[in-house]
């Protein structure tokens, strides 16, 4: 059980200091050794009380970005700790098909090389409230 209760308390963002010798099995035996401890506490960082965004904010943009690496093992973790953390259904779909979007776009105009600083012009135009 503690070997499930802990990433989920991780990825929520349950503060408290994290040792590597309580780190899941799937950490000790993929990470190294050395690195583990500053691992743990980087992730325990940015899940924690300081944190800005709320732990649903961050595994909705934790899945989004799962979802586009792809990541079967971080999808599932996301997905799971987005519901835990109160996210809908229509939340987790809209996340993911905004990755795709986002991907989407950033293929085609990467594949078209359209000129960034043109681009940067139109965009800031587009987002320029008119009175």
């Not at 085609?108 to 359209?114: A, D, E, K």
Request: aromatic share 8%.
């Amino acid at each position: 059980m503690k070997a499930f209760v802990l990433p989920i308390a991780l990825l929520l963002g349950v503060s408290g200091t994290v040792l590597a010798q309580d780190a899941p099995k799937f950490y000790t035996e993929t990470y190294p050794a050395h690195a583990l401890q500053p691992a743990m506490e980087a992730q325990g960082a940015l899940n924690g009380e300081e944190a800005v965004l709320d732990a649903k904010t961050r595994e909705l943009i934790g899945l989004a970005v799962a979802a586009q690496i792809p990541c079967s093992y971080c999808s599932y973790a996301h997905t799971a700790s987005a519901r835990a953390a109160g996210a809908t259904d229509d939340e987790i779909r809209e996340a993911v098909a905004l990755a795709a979007q986002t991907r989407h776009w950033s293929t085609v105009l990467n594949g078209m090389q359209y000129d960034l600083e043109e681009f940067k012009s139109e965009f800031d135009e587009m987002a320029t409230p008119t009175e």
